[in-house]
């Protein structure tokens, strides 16, 4: 099934003011599979032939970037995708107890999706957050110093509907699909909001601050 005129046009729009912003259109290839992963929730081979014929390349080149990168999903992704980080310091801070008892709850495994689409669930090698281990996000969005009963509740706050907020950031949690429009370069006005680091981040500052310690200057 290919897309209908409507969406095809409003697909080739947006790709046309992605593929601008670069010297050779191919360079365009990873915000335009974020662009396409954003209308179906991962890139489909639909997805896949639209950005082939945007950029003049060939479908076998688009595969071989989709199937590289992980961010690229070959199979929808629910519509609040939690990543439960496994990595060295979040494992042993309880990340693979919570993976372990959050699979169980959920019903599904890595990269698996519920069948009501509401929740897909992976293991994620590194977050990027050790000083709020263990660490999960949800649509690349931080939820910091979990516990299995906090991830599980946050989960089932997230099939039925609750209000659920990232512990930094934005107030506002995105759908997958929205937040994979912002990664293909189609700003929500969001990335301003609310604050990006908190808590342990903030303590060598504040102890660089208390003793008049500066960077030496370039």
Same mark, same amino acid.
């Given at each position: 099934?290919?897309?209908? *005129?409507?969406?095809?046009? #409003?697909?080739?729009?947006?790709?046309?003011?992605?593929?601008? #912003?670069?010297?050779?259109?191919? /360079?365009?290839?990873? *915000?335009?599979?974020?662009?396409v992963q954003?209308?179906?929730?991962?890139? /489909?081979?639909? =997805?896949?032939? &639209?950005? @082939?014929?945007?950029?003049?390349?060939?479908?076998?080149?688009?595969?071989?970037?989709?199937? &590289?990168?992980?961010?690229?999903?070959?199979?929808?992704?629910? %519509?609040?995708?939690? =990543?439960?980080?496994?990595?060295?310091?979040? @494992?042993?801070? =309880?990340?693979? !107890?919570?993976?372990?008892e959050l699979?169980?709850?959920?019903?599904?495994?890595?990269?698996?999706?519920?069948?009501d689409g509401?929740?897909?669930?992976?293991?994620?090698?590194?977050?990027?957050?050790?000083?709020? @281990?263990?660490?999960?996000?949800?649509?690349?969005?931080? &939820? %910091?110093?979990?516990?299995?009963?906090?991830?599980? !509740?946050?989960?089932? $706050?997230?099939?039925?509907?609750?209000?659920?907020?990232?512990?930094?950031?934005?107030?506002?949690?995105?759908? &997958?699909?929205? +937040?994979? #429009?912002?990664?293909?370069?189609?700003? $929500? $006005?969001?990335?301003?909001?609310?604050? /990006?680091? +908190?808590? *342990?981040?903030?303590?060598?500052?504040?102890?660089?601050? @208390?003793?008049?310690?500066?960077?030496?200057?370039?």
């Open positions: 099934m290919t897309y209908s *005129p409507e969406v095809r046009d #409003r697909l080739e729009k947006d790709a046309k003011e992605i593929i601008g #912003r670069y010297p050779k259109p191919r /360079s365009a290839l990873l *915000p335009l599979l974020h662009l954003s209308e179906d929730g991962y890139v /489909s081979d639909d =997805g896949q032939e &639209f950005c @082939a014929e945007m950029l003049g390349l060939s479908k076998a080149e688009v595969t071989g970037v989709v199937t &590289f990168y992980t961010m690229y999903k070959r199979k929808p992704a629910g %519509d609040y995708h939690v =990543g439960v980080c496994i990595n060295a310091l979040c @494992a042993v801070m =309880g990340g693979d !107890q919570i993976w372990e699979s169980e709850h959920v019903g599904v495994g890595h990269d698996e999706a519920t069948p509401k929740v897909s669930l992976e293991r994620i090698e590194c977050n990027a957050a050790c000083d709020f @281990a263990p660490v999960m996000m949800v649509n690349w969005e931080f &939820f %910091d110093n979990q516990t299995p009963e906090s991830a599980k !509740q946050l989960v089932d $706050d997230l099939r039925t509907g609750k209000d659920v907020r990232p512990t930094r950031g934005p107030s506002k949690l995105c759908t &997958f699909k929205e +937040a994979s #429009r912002v990664l293909a370069g189609l700003p $929500d $006005d969001l990335a301003g909001d609310g604050p /990006s680091a +908190a808590g *342990p981040s903030l303590e060598g500052l504040k102890v660089a601050k @208390a003793h008049g310690w500066k960077a030496p200057e370039a």
